[in-house]
């Protein structure tokens, strides 16, 4: 049986620093209960006392789930330990999460202080959390830059002093997998107490080694990793939590494992971003766009004939209906004659040749090759007509009115006109394009960055849209926002290769 990794998310105390990126209360209950289902086994829901907004958050995410512990983080100080404890009075389990700095730059420059002092703040600030849960962990801040002897003796201070984890964080993301490493392995072995409590890491990125870091912690004797939803937390961010599930699930041999219902990774990566408005980078570890995309055309070659050549995880395993076979310039044959068979055609080697050197003409001219695109290339007019679609006018009405939008799109040589109304310009713009097309289609994701400064900013729009098992992507931008979002919602349509509904 696999030794078990503690999963401990902080998406919602260290991810939530991120500037920009705050969350209401009814936001953060709705991460943490998916948290919840995802299986992880600590969440830190907030730091009560630095405002009311996460004392609240606290409590009511304390109220809204009852699987995971519910942490609270304080310093070492006894107002912060009282808050907490307030705040976690309503958790099924409870843990309250105190610290202090131990590295030379904490001990003296931060905090005025000794070391000596230090460690009796520390074993004070654990014995009072005790009188409140059992379940305390300490942090010892900045323990990545800390004399790795002075560590010891602080870790094993705290344990005698009865706390269950104690956090040895990498704050800065300073350290190198090896030397991150080594500093657990010293605690495991050099620290008589250590079988009292579980050693936990919480890695930074600063330097693009957070994960890195976590593995080496976990290979030399950590059972809690403290992570977050695509990695988001200060300045550089956190250790992500579906890169160390993930990592762990492929490297069957360690035999340590998370317990992490892994086919809600896509889901939990999409909502974070969306609540957040923090998108995802497309090459992102396990989670970005094209993470499960091919366009080069040997690989395209090598998955279409078996997947595992390529792709070290299903995409089924964390919640992706399947790889994407994009179609650009550096595609080849095999991709090229995959899609086409996808849709219908069955094209004889010479018929594929002939094609294929027409659809190396036009992907030089264009980014990437969509279904509409084949259509044209294979010499199917009338398909193509049928199946294609374009915004010939736009009006909405907003304001203090209910919101209106009257869009007409060509389809191939005709035109159709229809009007609906939504809970904003843009819903009202999409339910009247949904209105004029065969098949269901759903709007899954919804992002917009701006591109340009000043006035007159050009707004980039990027949609997701799930159509039965198939999940694509639109893009447009306009300084007309609204109308950008509408484009992208029929180049996604183009993608998909909706037909039009008969009257």
């Known amino acids: 049986m696999s030794q078990k990794l503690y999963i401990f998310d902080t998406t919602l105390r260290d991810g939530e620093q991120v500037p920009g990126c705050q969350l209401n209360t009814t936001e953060k209950i709705e991460v943490a209960k998916l948290l919840e289902e995802l299986g992880v086994d600590i969440i830190e829901a907030g730091f009560p006392i630095s405002s009311p907004g996460d004392f609240n958050s606290v409590r009511e995410i304390s109220k809204?789930?009852?699987?995971?512990?519910?942490?609270?983080?304080?310093?070492?100080?006894?107002?912060?330990?009282?808050?907490?404890?307030?705040?976690?009075?309503?958790?099924?389990?409870?843990?309250?999460?105190?610290?202090?700095?131990?590295?030379?730059?904490?001990?003296?420059?931060?905090?005025?202080?000794?070391?000596?002092?230090?460690?009796?703040?520390?074993?004070?600030?654990?014995?009072?959390?005790?009188?409140?849960?059992?379940?305390?962990?300490?942090?010892?801040?900045?323990?990545?830059?800390?004399?790795?002897?002075?560590?010891?003796?602080?870790?094993?201070?705290?344990?005698?002093?009865?706390?269950?984890?104690?956090?040895?964080?990498?704050?800065?993301?300073?350290?190198?997998?090896?030397?991150?490493?080594?500093?657990?392995?010293?605690?495991?072995?050099?620290?008589?107490?250590?079988?009292?409590?579980?050693?936990?890491?919480?890695?930074?990125?600063?330097?693009?080694?957070?994960?890195?870091?976590?593995?080496?912690?976990?290979?030399?004797?950590?059972?809690?990793?403290?992570?977050?939803?695509?990695?988001?937390?200060?300045r550089a961010g956190n250790t992500s939590l579906e890169e160390v599930v993930m990592a762990l699930r492929c490297h069957k041999e360690i035999d340590i494992d998370t317990g992490i219902n892994s086919k809600l990774?896509?889901?939990?990566?999409?909502?974070?971003?969306?609540?957040?408005?923090?998108?995802?980078?497309?090459?992102?570890?396990?989670?970005?766009?094209?993470?499960?995309?091919?366009?080069?055309?040997?690989?395209?070659?090598?998955?279409?004939?078996?997947?595992?050549?390529?792709?070290?995880?299903?995409?089924?395993?964390?919640?992706?209906?399947?790889?994407?076979?994009?179609?650009?310039?550096?595609?080849?044959?095999?991709?090229?004659?995959?899609?086409?068979?996808?849709?219908?055609?069955?094209?004889?080697?010479?018929e594929l040749d002939d094609t294929y050197q027409k659809f190396l003409a036009l992907a030089d001219k264009k980014k990437e090759i969509h279904d509409y695109d084949l259509l044209y290339l294979v010499g199917d007019l009338d398909?193509?007509?049928?199946?294609?679609?374009?915004?010939?006018?736009?009006q909405v009405t907003t304001g203090t009115l209910v919101p209106s939008a009257t869009v007409v799109l060509k389809f191939g040589d005709?035109?159709?006109?229809?009007?609906?109304?939504?809970?904003?310009?843009?819903?009202?713009?999409?339910?009247?394009?949904?209105?004029?097309?065969?098949?269901?289609v759903i709007l899954t994701e919804f992002l917009m960055q701006a591109m340009t400064k000043g006035c007159n900013d050009v707004g980039r729009v990027h949609v997701q849209v799930k159509c039965g098992n198939r999940m694509v992507h639109g893009f447009a931008a306009h300084t007309d926002t609204t109308r950008a979002s509408v484009e992208a919602f029929i180049d996604a349509l183009r993608v998909l290769n909706v037909t039009e509904k008969t009257e």
């Open 383 to 394: 398909r193509m007509k049928n199946q294609s679609i374009t915004l010939k006018y736009l």
């Open 64 to 234: 809204a789930v009852s699987a995971p512990t519910i942490c609270a983080l304080t310093r070492a100080v006894k107002k912060d330990i009282d808050v907490a404890a307030d705040a976690l009075k309503l958790a099924k389990h409870k843990r309250i999460h105190t610290g202090i700095g131990v590295s030379p730059q904490h001990i003296y420059d931060k905090l005025r202080s000794t070391p000596e002092k230090i460690i009796e703040s520390a074993v004070e600030a654990v014995k009072y959390a005790k009188k409140y849960v059992e379940d305390v962990e300490f942090y010892a801040e900045d323990a990545g830059r800390a004399d790795v002897e002075y560590l010891a003796r602080v870790v094993e201070a705290v344990i005698a002093a009865g706390a269950t984890v104690v956090n040895i964080p990498d704050t800065t993301g300073y350290c190198f997998p090896e030397e991150y490493g080594a500093k657990i392995k010293y605690l495991v072995d050099h620290v008589k107490n250590v079988d009292r409590a579980i050693l936990s890491t919480h890695c930074h990125n600063d330097l693009g080694m957070a994960t890195a870091n976590t593995l080496a912690g976990v290979l030399n004797g950590a059972r809690q990793a403290e992570v977050t939803i695509n990695g988001i937390g200060e």
């Open 265 to 350: 990774i896509t889901k939990a990566s999409h909502l974070v971003s969306s609540l957040m408005n923090m998108p995802v980078q497309p090459n992102k570890a396990i989670v970005g766009r094209n993470a499960f995309a091919h366009s080069s055309g040997i690989h395209q070659d090598g998955v279409l004939k078996q997947r595992e050549t390529y792709e070290i995880i299903d995409p089924q395993d964390v919640g992706i209906n399947e790889s994407v076979i994009a179609l650009t310039a550096r595609s080849g044959r095999a991709a090229l004659g995959h899609r086409l068979e996808l849709l219908g055609y069955d094209l004889s080697q010479e």
């Open 414 to 440: 005709h035109e159709r006109m229809a009007t609906s109304i939504g809970n904003g310009p843009v819903d009202a713009a999409v339910s009247a394009i949904k209105s004029l097309i065969k098949e269901k």
